[in-house]
């Protein structure tokens, strides 16, 4: 008796195109049918080497660019080798450059500010940079940031301002009030708000020597000529802002 051996197998969709299947070697055919035999498996597997490579060109392409940002921040923006955290004003910061022997000490403040728009709230952080700086480059080219013509502007503190202008040999002197006006109307002039921090005086009842009585009446007539001008106007008690001036009302 003649038995006809017939396959039991379904063929492949490469099978019905004999000119492609005949041109593939045993191994080649062999790994095809093995593929499709469990289609699960395969896809399974398909999957995990796309994975694997994705995260392989990932890694690489993360490492490029850390590398890249921490050498373009500390390359390009920061010019310094050193920094110190200090709590204090800018002459303590002088004095403990001439304690490391420090070529050049520029001090740096940095606030955390919460901004607030309606209902919308933003925190970041607020760098605030003496007149002279270039240890700390920003902007395109390693070059200043330009003031947006229609920013905001925070300017704190007016007392230092003022002490600065008084004091410091390069300052204002005796025309410290007209000075400090007229760089505030330079910046009022740059940007749609400006917002100006102060101190209040004359509260505290003491009397002081002469040269501060001089500075605190030099800060009194900012102070009053600022809010005079000023849309708004507010006193902070306990971090609770009171109104005193709003849109031209008087005080």
Same mark, same amino acid.
């Given at each position: 008796?003649?038995?006809?051996?017939?396959?039991?197998?379904?063929? $492949?969709?490469?099978?019905?195109?004999?000119?492609?299947?005949?041109? *593939?070697?045993?191994?080649?055919? *062999?790994?095809?049918?093995?593929?499709?035999?469990?289609?699960?498996?395969?896809?399974?597997?398909?999957?995990?080497? #796309?994975?694997?490579?994705?995260?392989?060109?990932?890694?690489?392409?993360?490492?490029?660019?850390?590398?890249?940002?921490?050498?373009?921040?500390?390359?390009?923006?920061?010019?310094?080798?050193?920094?110190?955290?200090?709590?204090?004003?800018?002459?303590?910061?002088?004095?403990?450059?001439?304690?490391?022997?420090?070529?050049? !000490?520029?001090?740096? *403040?940095?606030?955390?500010?919460?901004?607030?728009?309606?209902?919308?709230?933003?925190?970041?952080?607020?760098?605030? $940079?003496?007149?002279?700086?270039?240890? #700390?480059?920003?902007?395109?080219?390693?070059?200043?940031?330009?003031?947006?013509?229609?920013?905001? !502007?925070?300017?704190?503190? *007016?007392?230092?301002?003022?002490?600065?202008?008084?004091?410091?040999?390069?300052?204002?002197?005796?025309?410290?009030?007209?000075?400090? $006006?007229?760089?505030?109307?330079?910046?009022?002039?740059?940007?749609?708000?400006?917002?100006?921090?102060?101190?209040?005086?004359?509260?505290?009842?003491?009397?002081?020597?002469? !040269?501060?009585?001089?500075?605190?009446?030099?800060?009194?007539?900012?102070?009053?000529?600022?809010?005079?001008?000023?849309?708004?106007?507010?006193?902070?008690?306990?971090?609770?802002?009171?109104?005193?001036?709003?849109?031209?009302?008087?005080?």
């Amino acid at each position: 008796m003649e038995i006809n051996a017939k396959s039991t197998g379904r063929k $492949l969709l490469l099978e019905r195109f004999p000119r492609l299947w005949s041109r *593939m070697g045993f191994n080649a055919k *062999m790994v095809t049918r093995n593929l499709m035999r469990n289609k699960g498996r395969s896809l399974t597997s398909l999957v995990g080497v #796309l994975c694997c490579t994705m995260l392989i060109i990932t890694s690489m392409g993360l490492q490029e660019s850390v590398a890249y940002s921490v050498g373009k921040y500390y390359k390009g923006t920061l010019a310094y080798t050193a920094r110190a955290n200090l709590t204090g004003t800018t002459d303590q910061a002088e004095s403990y450059g001439k304690r490391i022997e420090a070529r050049r !000490v520029e001090a740096v *403040m940095d606030k955390t500010v919460s901004i607030r728009t309606g209902e919308k709230s933003r925190t970041t952080t607020l760098t605030v $940079l003496q007149d002279d700086q270039r240890l #700390l480059l920003l902007g395109p080219d390693n070059a200043w940031a330009p003031l947006p013509e229609k920013g905001v !502007v925070l300017l704190e503190c *007016m007392s230092n301002l003022t002490a600065n202008e008084m004091f410091e040999p390069e300052g204002a002197g005796d025309d410290t009030v007209e000075a400090v $006006l007229a760089g505030v109307e330079a910046l009022r002039g740059r940007c749609i708000h400006l917002v100006i921090v102060t101190n209040d005086i004359f509260s505290d009842g003491i009397t002081y020597d002469e !040269v501060t009585a001089l500075y605190q009446e030099r800060l009194g007539e900012i102070n009053r000529r600022i809010a005079a001008e000023a849309d708004q106007a507010a006193e902070v008690v306990c971090g609770i802002p009171l109104q005193l001036k709003n849109k031209g009302q008087n005080l």
